[in-house]
């Protein structure tokens, strides 16, 4: 597990940054000195979301890989990733340790939605950038109330939108249950169905909700399919995703099933359900899938499997957490070169906050990055995509949504 120190340095050869000269920011800068950046990040690696530790895994091997293709001005970075758990309480802890004891220049890629808001308003007093949080919570693009954090992947309330409209067209007059996380995670996704459906929600939808505490979801399912269910969206983290599938195969229920994007990791999820239990299931991506055989010969991809071959062999190629890791590190490196010789925190919100048009190896074509003092959602686009039993099947065209 991560949780003691790794040292680390950043930028691959691409964008290397020559040594700089002596007038550095560093002194000003908690966790900058003139050889080393400190980045802090909380993950669960134990716990009700562990499956999604190998993120965090996957960035420290992609921050080791930059450290030997370069540095960044001579600089090193420090890459400290603690276990939380997946509990806010820990997670405050954890945070508490990174910035006033460990004294880290930034957090990076902080993974839940229940454990950011946890220390959100701390980290904002502190003026410590929280960058690209590794949730879609729509919230992270409050940059009047929290103008230290930034989100990074597409609004839970913009993904829940699409779904929304899709159901509409394909079952209009569906009856929709809903099983969602009992956090601000699972209601974002209520708060875009309701967005759609208006004044229709009430009489359409049957919500229930779980805790991460839960054993099972098991009861909630049975209530649902009681209940009439024609359409099942399931808004849940791997474990439950999981558990959701294989229980509704169990139980010979066939409604439409839509699943939450943050659960469709073939190796985390739908492998452990049951492949064939998830037939039908429809989803949405902005990430390159490593079990789509249509990025067999994609260039990103290739770039992707060259770094898990040699630097995270032991990660599953199969899991897109892996992907993801990669993805949020390539953004983070490229904020960092743009800083320059100037890594104050202020710099580095400025940075993150002006992307344009930004490329990404493993985003799907035609999905870029953008960031601007008022829009702190990154990436706003996915597509639509069907679990076939062996991958999941890209349809219809790249979607842009506009966050609430």
Known sequence: MLHRRTLLTTIGAATLVPAAPAILRAAETPGVTATEIRLGNTM?????????????????????????????????????????????????????????????????????????????????????????????????????????????????????????????????????????QNDDFGKDYLTGVRDVLKDKYEKQVKAVSYEVTDATIDSQLVSLQSAGIDVLMTIATPKFAAQAIRKVAQMNWKPMHVLTGVSVSVGAVMIPAGPQNGVGIISSAYLKDPTDPRWDNDAGMKQWRTFMAKYYPDGDVKDGGNVSGFALTHTMLHVLAQCGNDLSRQNMMKQATSLHDLENPVLLPGIKINTSPTNYHPVRQLQLMRWTGKTWDLFGDIIEGAST
């Open 44 to 180: 669960p690696y134990s716990g009700p979301a562990s499956a999604y530790g190998t993120i965090g895994k996957a960035i420290a091997a992609r921050f080791k890989m930059a450290n030997d293709e370069g540095s960044f001005a001579g600089r090193k970075i420090n890459f400290i990733s603690y276990d939380d758990g997946y509990s806010p309480p820990k997670t405050v802890e954890q945070t508490r340790r990174l910035i006033e004891e460990d004294g880290v220049a930034a957090l990076f890629a902080d993974l839940g939605t229940p454990t950011n808001s946890a220390i959100n308003r701390y980290v904002n007093l502190k003026k410590v950038p929280h960058l690209f949080l590794a949730t879609g919570a729509d919230k992270w693009g409050d940059y009047k109330h929290f103008p230290w954090t930034i989100g990074w992947q597409p609004s839970y309330v913009t993904e829940a939108q699409v779904y929304a409209k899709y159901i509409l067209k394909q079952k209009p007059d569906a009856k929709i249950g809903i099983l969602f």
